[in-house]
Each structure stands twice: as C-alpha cells, then as structure tokens.
C-alpha cells in the first residue's frame, strides 16, 4: 500500500475537550494538506494520495480499508459524514463508509456508491446524526471498497465527525467568570479563548445602572493577545505577519437605549489598517452583581478583508460607570465564513471615550433606524420548531446531509409562510449571542442582489439600458470585440470573452484571483476589458467571470453618473434608497465594498455583508413581492421574471450542468430528476464562494444556509421544501 501505514486497527485516539453549547470538530479531513496523518490501512488493494486538478482525495482499490477514531467529549449529538466518487465498480462491488459508537460491535452505514454510479468525477456525499450519552466515548470510521479487482476505485473525500451538547432549553450559564471586574480594570493578558457566555449577559443580570452614549476610540491597532490560525491556505499570516493579528484602528459611537447600545456607525468601515476592515452590530449592557457597581456591555463585531469578502465574527466586552470611566475591551473572534482563512483570535485593549463627538441627531436617528428594522424583521423560531408541523422533515441532517460540516456552517435555516426558521450560530467556543446581527458576507450573491437587481430597477427607470452595449458605456472597453456585447450579456456571464469554457478554470485562475484582490479600479477594469479575448459571439457561451459583473456595476455607474451628475454612488441610488430602506433591511447593507481610491467603485459581484434576515427577506420580496414597493413597480418585470424562471422562452444559457442554468446574475436548477417529477422544476437561487446557497423555491419557501467548506450541495433543503409543499405538483 502507498500512502499509508498498513497496520491491525489500532487507533490513537484525539483528546478533546467540550465547550458548552458548541459545535465540535472532531475529526475533518479533505486531504487537501498532502497526508492522511491520523488514518490505518489494511485490506488488500492499493491506497494513496490522488490528486485531480486542485483537489487531493484518498484513492483506494479492490479491498482496501482505511480507518480512524476520535473521542467523543460526552453526551451529545455526533454527526459523521464523507464523499466518494467511484470508478469500474460492478454488480455487487461499492465503496462504503461505516461508522461505530461502541468499539466495532456494531457498524453504522454512513454512504455507500455503487455500480451506476462510478463515472468518475461525481462526488456522492452523505451524512448521518445520532444522540448519544455519556457511555459513549469514542467513534470510529472506515472506508472500505467492496471489489474483487485491482480497478474497482474509490476516491474518498470530505470527511468529518463532529459533536455538539443538545439544547436542553435551559439558558447556560458560567461555572466561574474569566472577564471578572478585576481582571477588565486590571493589566493581566487574556492568555486563552474564552466561552462566548463571557459576552452573554447572565439570567441573574438586571437593567445597567448607567448609561453609555460616547464615542469608544482605540488610537493604535492593538496586537492580540493570542491568535491561533487553523487554516491558512494562502499563507496570509505569513505575508501580512503581525498587522493580520491586530484590530483596526476605530471610533465608534454609541448610544444606549434601554439595554440595547446602537452603533452610529453603519456597516464596514475603511481605513489605513493594511488587511483589515471593521464593523459593529447592535449589543446590549447589563448590570451584575459582582462587577463592584460597574456596568456591563457587549457589542459583536466583525473583521473582513479591505478587498475581499472573508468575514470574522467576534464580541467586544467592557465596564462603564456614571463617571465616564471604562475599563479595557476584552475580545474574541471565534468563527467566520472564510473557506481559505480561519483563525481563533483574542486580547484585550486600552479604550477611552469622547462624549463630545455624540449629537442628539446622531442618536435620534440611530434609534429610529434601529427600531424600525428591528420591527421589519421575520418572526424567528428555532429550526427545530418546523417539525412540529412537518414532521418527516429531517431537521437535524439540513446541509449536514449535503456534506457541510457543522463546523463550517455559520447558519442555515428555512422560511415557511412568513416565519423564519434558523438554526443557533455556533462557534468554536459556543454560540454566538448575536445570531441575529451576525454578519454574512454576500461573495457571488451580490452578482443577484447587487448586479442583479439593480439591473432590474435601473431597466423600469430607463428602458433599453440593459441592450447598451459595454463598449459605449465604459471608455476602457471602447475595442471593436465589445460593440455588441450588452450590459445583460455581461450580467448573463455571456460576452464571449474568455480563455476555457470548462467550467470554472477562468474564475479559479491566479491571473482572476489577483483581480478578486486587488483595491484600484484603473486595474481591475482595465483586467475587466482587456485580460480575456473575444472567442465567440455574445449569448453563445457561459463562462463565469467576477470580472463580467465588475462590468456591470462599472457600466451602471457611468450612466448614472452622465444622466446625473450629481449623484456620485450607483450603489445608494440604485439599491440603497428606493428599495434597502422601503424594506427596512439592516444598516449593513448601506455600503459596499469599493477600491480604495477616489473613484471608490462597489465590487458588484461580491463584497455586499447581511443579516441571515436581509437575505430571506429580499428572496421573499423577489419571489413574492413581484418587484412592486408601496404599490409601485420598481424592477423590470421582463428582467425579474427571465431571472426567476418564470419565462419559459428565457431560462438563461446551460450553466456547468445540463440542469443548471444562469440568467441575470440568478442560478437555476432543474430538481424534477431529484424528486422523481414528470416535469421540469426549476428553481432559481443565489450562491456563494466557498459554500453559500439560497434556493426561492416555486412552493414560496425558501431554504439558505452560509457555510465555507467549499460545498455547494442543497438536496437536503431540495427534499425538505417538497415535504413542505409537493414541487412536483406546481
């Protein structure tokens, strides 16, 4: 055998430790860091490391077996999942993952690939969740091929175990306080990652007896006291060394309403910081008995890259009194959405604060914003609650059937008949106190919410704008290949321009992720126009390009800009205005990301941050709302329903599948061959980078989930949103 140690199943087994309320990763394993370090091998057959194109998988032959063990921290829920693709298998030959709970007395199947389906290249996933108690200390798993020669291939991938407490429906509670009184006035570091309860006001605690409206400022970027990174696949911590470690330079202003502590700030703040960009959410403040007549506060926030969308979510902690005093900031970032990037990072750091700087007009329109969004968002239940009502609807699998590790889940939910069902958002230190305000990164969904529909508003504004053609709209375009290139020809990822058409060997290229990076317009739209060469006429091939919706939003600006010169951001005009705020969505969506130069240039395609409820809120207006606001029609009608598969004569060029389909910056999947329809269903949604979905299902329910383990998987949501509503019946 190659690869790997042939040896008797004997485990070692990796100690962990539980965090309460947390989801765990025990074991996650894409073989992506070149070893299968962890894993035994027996049988007879062959077993190594393969590698196709970027991905690396664990190639296995005829009998082999390949198997591991974690150790379960205690009385839980265990979720274990994996992906095989198969070649040459026949008759009875399969490849199969096992699982057991109790020392190989009895296996579990988790997924088995069969004869039918060995083309190679499919990769079948599955997943499996069960309860466990205490008695249950440890989990094995097995890959196993079930051949009987030397060609029957199995390529496993993606696996993982992971492990969370169940919510017994009582609030947690901290055995011992770290962030005491003490230890917030005081000059000790914060030597480890705290749990998350440390910024989630105690049941005991009761309304704060002071009042905070000032400005919070932190002169110099801090240094973190600790930071753990647990990948890297770029090398950033390396190439930015210690800035990448430190927040941002900031001043904040808040005001406190009740227990709730609004920031005047809205959305990501640019600065000098060379990676970093920073926002604030809504918190909260409490008063505790052993805080010495402190006040408490908590506020989340958030770290993203300046050109980038990778997001980072933590808290900030710290004490006040009536007397202007405040202690350090405690901090820590425990989770992201950020496939290539993921970090543990904590610390504390000096602050002081400038009640000059807050004016009553500041905070009278703070809590007014505040308070109207808040009123404007969907009713919440745990997800759990759906199977009240539909009871075969496998609540615990969600996503996690489609291969997405809990741990890489930063939340996910359904939205049924006007309710929002979501899960908690877990962290690798418990839940995060402020699901509700954490903040998503958009990636490619922007190419729908911004690209998208501003294309749509702008149409019902100015018809014909849509047919103008790049060339006329953008001077560094002005080349004979792009006359009759259209802006929704662009919008359509349809400009006949590009290197390959197989599926995604443009986007991946290193010459494209140096245009995702980069911070200047002159060059990411001189990349735009000139880096790829026309090889056929317009609407003739789909190639998906970041750059093509860099197009758009660049050919939106100008002739916004030349109709009125006056407005000087597409963005506001187009989006933010006359419908972000008629719907009342959250101040994150004000801005975009834009270059860091005088043109300031939004992304389009990407750099857009939500709510979970911004998100389904605009797929439910989408779906539903026919494009109209305060009886008004404010989206071409013909746009909104070519993008949403309403037309049958338009459902956009086949699209790396020949089900998939992709019009107007909107994905559409025929899902009639999942459910056994006799009729096409297609169902348009929005995706992500690295593992961010919303399906608008035909059945007016919608189904998302933002996670970053590069799977772009929804069956799952697919068979629950039928159980809801028959799709095939529509």
């Known amino acids: 055998m190659k690869g790997l140690t042939s040896t008797i199943l004997i485990f070692t087994l990796t100690a962990t430790t539980a965090t309460a309320t947390a989801t765990e990763s025990l074991l996650s394993d894409d073989f992506q860091d070149g070893n299968a370090e962890g894993w035994q091998a027996s049988g007879d057959g062959d077993i190594s490391l393969s590698t196709y194109g970027d991905n690396i998988s664990l190639r296995m032959t005829k009998k082999a077996l390949a198997a591991t063990g974690v150790a379960v921290p205690g009385a839980g829920r265990i979720s274990i999942g994996a992906s095989f693709a198969a070649n040459d298998l026949e008759a009875n030959d399969a490849c199969l993952m096992e699982a057991t709970l109790d020392g190989g007395k009895n296996w579990l199947e988790v997924l088995r690939v069969a004869?039918?389906?060995?083309?190679?290249?499919?990769?079948?996933?599955?997943?499996?969740?069960?309860?466990?108690?205490?008695?249950?200390?440890?989990a094995f798993v097995r890959a196993r091929v079930i051949g009987n020669a030397n060609n029957d291939t199995c390529w496993l991938d993606n696996v993982f175990i992971a492990w969370s407490s169940i919510d017994d429906g009582q609030t947690k509670t901290l055995a011992q306080r770290t962030l005491t009184a003490d230890f917030l006035n005081g000059n000790k570091p914060l030597r480890d990652p705290v749990s998350l309860l440390e910024f989630t006001p105690p049941p005991s605690a009761t309304a704060p007896s002071h009042s905070f409206n000032a400005h919070l400022t932190i002169d110099v970027a801090a240094i973190a006291d600790g930071f753990y990174a647990l990948r890297d696949s770029s090398n950033r911590v390396k190439q930015q060394g210690q800035a990448i470690k430190s927040l941002p330079a900031f001043s904040l202003g808040f005001t406190q309403q009740g227990r709730n502590l609004i920031p005047l700030n809205h959305g990501m703040m640019q600065d000098e910081h060379p990676y970093w960009e920073?926002?604030?959410?809504?918190?909260?403040?409490?008063?505790?008995?052993?805080?010495?007549?402190?006040?408490?506060?908590?506020?989340?926030?958030?770290?993203q890259e300046r050109a980038a969308n990778c997001t980072h979510n933590g808290v900030f902690t710290w004490?006040?009194?009536?007397?202007?005093?405040?202690?350090?900031?405690?901090?820590?970032i425990s989770s992201e959405t950020c496939a290539y990037f993921k970090f543990d990072m904590w610390g504390t750091v000096a602050a002081k604060i400038d009640k000059a700087k807050t004016t009553d007009v500041d905070i009278a329109n703070a809590v007014t914003r505040f308070e109207t969004h808040r009123q404007s968002r969907l009713p919440v239940q745990p997800?759990?609650?759906?199977?009240?009502?539909?009871?075969?609807?496998?609540?615990?699998?969600?996503?996690?059937?489609?291969?997405?590790?809990?741990?890489?889940?930063?939340?996910?939910?359904l939205v049924v008949d006007g309710v929002h069902y979501r899960s908690d958002c877990n962290t690798r230190h418990g839940t995060y106190p402020f699901c509700d305000s954490m903040a998503l990164p958009s990636y490619s969904t922007a190419k729908s919410i911004y690209a998208g529909i501003a294309l749509m508003q702008f149409e019902k504004k100015l018809p014909g704008v849509s047919r103008r053609s790049i060339a006329e709209t953008i001077p560094s375009c002005e080349k004979k290949s792009w006359h009759k290139v259209s802006i929704e020809d662009a919008l359509d990822m349809a400009t006949g321009h590009y290197s390959s058409t197989v599926f995604s060997i443009d986007e991946d290229s290193d010459a494209q992720m140096s245009f995702i990076f980069d911070d200047k317009h002159a060059s990411k739209i001189d990349f735009a126009c000139t880096h790829y060469q026309r090889k056929s006429s317009p609407q003739k091939k789909f190639v998906y390009h970041t750059s093509d919706t860099y197009l758009v939003g660049t050919a939106l600006s100008n002739i916004l800009s030349k109709q009125q010169p006056e407005i000087d951001d597409a963005y506001t005009a187009l989006l933010v205005n006359p419908i972000w705020q008629k719907l009342s969505l959250s101040p994150l969506l004000d801005n975009s990301k834009r270059t860091y130069d005088q043109r300031a240039?939004?992304?389009?395609g990407y750099g857009l941050t939500f709510e979970a409820d911004d998100i389904v809120r605009l797929a439910d207006w989408l779906g539903?709302?026919?494009?109209?606001?305060?009886?008004e029609q404010v989206l071409d009608a013909r746009l909104l329903n070519a993008s949403l598969q309403r037309d049958s004569s338009d459902r956009g060029l086949a699209a790396g599948g020949k089900n998939f389909r992709y019009n107007n910056g909107f994905w559409a999947l025929d899902v009639a061959s999942i459910l056994d329809c006799p009729k096409p269903v297609w169902v348009p949604f929005m995706s992500g980078f690295g593992g961010i979905t919303v399906a608008l299902f035909p059945n007016n329910t919608i189904y998302y989930y933002f996670s970053d383990n590069y799977t772009h998987r929804w069956r799952t949501g697919i068979r629950a949103s039928h159980r809801i509503r028959n799709l095939c019946e529509l």
């Not at 108690?133 to 440890?138: E, G, L, Q, V």
């Not at 006040?320 to 820590?332: D, K, T, V």
């Not at 009502?389 to 996910?412: C, E, F």
Request: glycine share 8%; aromatic share 8%.
């Open 601 to 604: 240039q939004p992304f389009a």
């Open 115 to 138: 004869d039918g389906q060995d083309d190679s290249l499919t990769l079948h996933t599955n997943a499996v969740t069960h309860d466990v108690d205490a008695t249950i200390t440890n």
């Open 624 to 631: 539903n709302g026919e494009g109209r606001l305060d009886d």
């Open 383 to 413: 997800l759990a609650h759906l199977s009240n009502t539909y009871s075969d609807i496998d609540i615990d699998n969600l996503a996690i059937g489609d291969g997405v590790s809990p741990i890489d889940l930063s939340v996910y939910g």
């Open 319 to 332: 004490l006040f009194n009536h007397e202007g005093a405040i202690s350090r900031l405690a901090y820590q």
């Open 278 to 303: 920073l926002l604030v959410q809504p918190g909260t403040v409490w008063q505790e008995t052993n805080d010495k007549g402190w006040s408490r506060a908590a506020v989340p926030f958030a770290l």
